[in-house]
């Protein structure tokens, strides 16, 4: 079935430094891509929609210099959270629409971001 | 306003009894409910999806239910197991697009 691989799984940096984060459809293409924010015992908050040769479209109160989307292919889109500060940190998901209608988000298993 | 409204909030259980989780939603125009479970530090994972046609689908041991007049619906864990502890989130998508709404999620623990 469709698979969403996310990298890194774990992240921990200090403060001031700059995280990419990868998400990629393993098994097919997708031009739109999503990007989430979860904070423990939280539902996840979609950030941006990432959309594969254009700019993504960012959610009220993302900021988009922060975090910068690239989705240079079909399937791989980025997230880099420039400057990441201790606020920062929390859990980052991306996912996929699957392939067909009716198709379920397909999510990557989430990066964990520390900022220390 | 789109809201997925899920409770309880969290469930403790013990081992090999069934428990059912609620989802009510205000989403318009409905297009159709998704059940995801979500393991602790993991991305969620599909369980089951209902159209609006649909009133009730199964998966294994998982049973959703949906009634599109009330807006709600129902997942149905029968035997539980230790392994299903986990974060069940409802999601709805609208027939606007991708646009997908959230639930909070019902954090299930299982005990032996």
């Known amino acids: 079935g469709a698979v969403v691989s996310q990298h890194p799984s774990w992240v921990i940096c200090k403060s001031g430094t700059s995280v990419k984060i990868e998400c990629r459809s393993l098994d097919f293409q997708a031009t739109t891509m999503f990007w989430y924010r979860q904070f423990p015992k939280q539902s996840l908050m979609l950030m941006a929609t990432?959309?594969?040769?254009?700019?993504?479209?960012?959610e009220q109160g993302v900021e988009k210099d922060k975090f910068l989307i690239n989705h240079a292919s079909l399937t791989l889109s980025t997230l880099t959270v420039t400057s990441a500060h201790p606020e920062d940190s929390s859990f980052y998901i991306c996912?996929?629409?699957?392939?067909?209608?009716?198709?379920?988000?397909?999510f990557g298993d989430g990066t964990r971001l520390s900022i220390l | 306003k789109n809201q997925v409204e899920q409770s309880p909030q969290s469930l403790i259980i013990l081992e090999g009894k069934n428990c059912t989780l609620q989802c009510n939603y205000t989403v318009s125009p409905f297009s159709n409910l998704r059940w995801y479970k979500q393991d602790t530090g993991r991305g969620p994972v599909s369980l089951t999806i209902m159209t609006f046609s649909e009133n009730t689908k199964s998966n294994g041991r998982y049973t959703a239910t949906l009634d599109a007049d009330t807006k709600q619906s129902s997942l149905h864990i029968t035997a539980s197991q230790l392994s299903d502890s986990a974060s069940y989130i409802c999601?709805?998508?609208?027939?606007?697009?991708?646009?997908?709404?959230f639930g909070k999620g019902t954090s299930l623990l299982v005990t032996p």
């Open positions: 990432s959309n594969e040769g254009s700019k993504a479209t960012y």
């Open positions: 996912s996929a629409p699957g392939p067909g209608v009716n198709q379920p988000q397909h």
């Open positions: 999601v709805v998508t609208s027939n606007s697009g991708y646009a997908l709404n």
